[in-house]
């Protein structure tokens, strides 16, 4: 089975295609790693970038803490990593 690239799974979301991309990898992470990381990440990129964090679960603990700071995100599930694309709305 062919790996999908992570960047390419943004175009398969409502993520904007026309700005920027930034990639955080945290599988290796183990909790709260992964929220703080991407958290601090999404503070230091410009508003108009799209970050792609790859994980190895679905980051429920982030998803409250993105709506609240007014991101946007989907998450796709891809077999081996779970890809979760985060944008300013």
Known sequence: MQQSNPTDIVDRTDAPSDR???????????PPEPLARTLERLAELPEETVLVQRN??????????????????????????????????
């Open 20 to 30: 920027p991309r930034d990639q955080i990898d945290v599988r290796t992470l183990g």
């Open 56 to 89: 190895d679960r679905a980051p429920q603990f982030l998803y409250p803490k993105l709506e609240d700071r007014g991101y946007a995100f989907e998450t796709v599930d891809c077999g081996d990593e779970v890809v979760t694309v985060v944008w300013r709305v």
